[in-house]
C-alpha cells in the first residue's frame, strides 16, 4: 500500500523541480537578452589581463549566439586567459561535424595549440568531435551539462538542429563509441538537468557534479569556475 507520507514526498519532489525548471528558463531568457546587445567586440576577450597560459576556446550551446557565454569569458579574461569567442558559430544550429570542421579550421587559422575548451550541452559534442582529430591543439575540455548520451526529449522536437540529441542518433552514437578523448574531458553536470534528464556522466572523464539545478543554471554554478581554474592549471 502506497503510504500518505510517500505520496507527500514525491508531490513535493515535482513541486521543487517545477520550480527549478522555471527558475532555469528565467536564467536563460536573461542571459539571452544580454547576448543579444550590441557592443561586445571578441577581440576584447583575447587580451587577457597579464597573458596566462592556456588559451580558452567557449563552445556554446545550440541556438546559443556567442555573447551567450560573455559572463564566463569575462572571468577567466580578468584571471589573465585569452578567451576565444567565435561568432563564426551564429546560432549553432549547424550539425556537430560540420561545427567541429569549423571550430578546427579557426584553430589552425590562428595558430592555437594546447587550448582549453569550455563548452556548454551541445558544446560539448563539438568538442569532443573535434577532441578526435585535434592535430594536438586541445589540451582538454570542460563540458557543462552535455548530453554525451543524447536526450530523450530530442524526439518530440521537429527541429532537426534539437533532433540531432537523440540517443540514437548516428553522431551521438558514433561520439559514445569513441572514448580515447573521455580521458582529457572533465564533464560537470547539474544536480537536476530538465533538458538531459539521464544526466552527463561520461566513462573514463572526471565526473563532476554541481549543486545548482538546472540546464542553463550551471553556468553560474559558483563552484564551476574552480572546476575550471583547476583544468587550466593542472589538467583534467
Not at 107 to 132: E, F, P, Q, T, Y
Request: charged share 20%; glycine share 8%.
Amino acid at each position: 500500500m502506497v503510504r500518505a507520507r510517500d505520496v507527500a514526498g514525491a508531490a513535493r519532489r515535482w513541486v521543487l523541480m517545477g520550480w527549478w525548471w522555471v527558475l532555469d528558463y528565467l536564467f536563460v531568457l536573461g542571459w539571452q537578452v544580454r547576448a543579444l546587445r550590441r557592443g561586445a567586440d571578441p577581440a576584447h576577450y583575447l587580451r587577457g589581463e597579464g597573458a596566462r597560459a592556456p588559451d580558452v576556446v567557449l563552445l556554446p550551446g545550440v541556438y546559443e549566439p556567442w555573447r551567450f557565454l560573455l559572463p564566463v569569458a569575462e572571468r577567466l579574461r580578468v584571471r589573465g586567459h585569452a578567451v576565444h569567442l567565435l561568432p563564426e558559430l551564429a546560432w549553432n544550429s549547424a550539425p556537430v561535424p560540420a561545427a567541429a570542421d569549423a571550430v578546427l579550421g579557426l584553430l589552425r587559422d590562428r595558430d592555437l595549440r594546447d587550448v582549453v575548451l569550455l563548452a556548454h550541452s551541445k558544446g560539448g559534442l563539438i568538442g569532443k568531435h573535434l577532441m578526435g582529430r585535434d592535430e594536438g591543439r586541445v589540451r582538454a575540455m570542460v563540458a557543462v551539462n552535455t548530453p554525451f548520451g543524447g536526450s530523450v526529449y530530442a524526439r518530440w522536437f521537429p527541429v532537426d538542429a534539437l533532433r540531432a540529441f537523440r540517443p540514437d542518433d548516428p553522431t551521438v552514437m558514433s561520439l559514445a563509441r569513441d572514448v580515447a578523448p573521455n580521458a582529457r574531458v572533465v564533464s560537470a553536470y547539474s544536480c537536476f538537468d530538465p533538458h538531459v534528464p539521464q544526466g552527463s556522466h561520461l566513462p573514463g572523464a572526471r565526473n563532476v557534479v554541481l549543486r545548482t539545478p538546472g540546464h542553463f543554471r550551471a553556468l553560474a554554478d559558483p563552484d564551476l569556475v574552480g572546476v575550471v581554474v583547476s583544468v587550466l592549471d593542472d589538467g583534467p
